[in-house]
């Protein structure tokens, strides 16, 4: 199973330290069928050419190149149809640090106590002039030099979310309330996507998530549906796998780096996993 994640994905192999807000201007030529995708962050996918469906865990939304989409961090399928040409959209990632500077600066807009109500993982935007002329002065920042994009950026976020207020008032206000409630649980899962390549064992993750062993194991399969062991198996076969396919590295290079005893070892769970070895990842 390859799950992708994002927006870690979209950046050099070793590039460990992400800004906290991206943009990526993401293209496909070929339509792709319920992706797995995990997002780190939240995003804004500004469909510009094809049709999007995200399907999660309880629901499920399409969307053309008339709307896009507000989609908070955890887990989803995503299915992708090209348009005319390919399939285009432009994805600006914030996490919450930046929802939490963004009601800290406006408090008149913070709410009184944090509500306990759940939301859907998204929300849904109609386009209009505005969201258009917002989505190509995004364009404008790709090559500038990194401090002054994120100063930008933190503008543009701001901007955004003020528009978004101001068009769909209390409907949009309360949804973004509700993602500070979901504080701690991005905080234990940055902690996880943290050390899905280092040596640590779960009792030494857990701790740094200051819990008991017991404790983490259970929020942990609450959260990724899934056991931790089986989870960063997964996870760091699939990166493994990735430095593979770059013929940057051979299997008897890395196997240690990914928490393996003997190269046999690797390479059995390797191919019970994807049903090759990690030595015919070349000549696939």
Not at 33 to 60: T, Y
Not at 177 to 188: G, K, M, P, T, V
Not at 266 to 277: I, L, Q, R, T
Request: a neutral charge.
């Amino acid at each position: 199973m390859v799950i992708a994640n994002f927006p870690g994905h979209f950046y050099p192999s070793g590039h460990d330290v992400l800004p906290e807000l991206n943009i990526v201007n993401y293209e496909a030529n070929n339509s792709s069928d319920k992706n797995k995708i995990n997002m780190c962050k939240h995003v804004l996918s500004f469909l510009i050419e094809g049709q999007k469906q995200v399907h999660f865990s309880n629901s499920s939304v399409s969307i053309n190149t008339s709307q896009s989409l507000l989609i908070t961090s955890g887990n989803f399928l995503m299915t992708e149809h090209i348009g005319n040409t390919n399939f285009r959209c432009l994805l600006f990632f914030f996490s919450q640090k930046n929802i939490d500077g963004f009601f800290l600066k406006y408090p008149q807009l913070a709410p009184d106590k944090r509500s306990s109500n759940t939301t859907e993982p998204y929300f849904r935007l109609e386009k209009d002039e505005f969201i258009i002329h917002f989505i190509n002065s995004l364009a404008h920042t790709f090559h500038l030099e990194n401090t002054i994009s994120q100063q930008i950026l933190q503008l543009k976020f701001e901007e955004i979310m003020l528009y978004l207020i101001a068009r769909y008032k209390e409907n949009f206000l309360n949804y973004l309330r509700s993602l500070l409630i979901n504080e701690r649980e991005l905080s234990f899962k940055t902690i996880i996507e943290k050390n899905v390549c280092t040596h640590l064992n779960l009792e030494e993750i857990a701790f740094l998530c200051n819990m008991s062993l017991s404790t983490f194991k259970r929020q942990f399969e609450q959260l990724y549906q899934v056991s931790p062991g089986k989870w960063f198996q997964r996870m760091r076969l699939n990166k493994a796998k990735e430095l593979l396919s770059g013929n940057k590295v051979k299997p008897s290079e890395i196997f240690m780096d990914f928490g393996y005893d003997s190269l046999s070892n690797f390479s059995a769970a390797f191919k019970n996993e994807f049903g090759y070895s990690p030595k015919q990842v070349h000549s696939l």
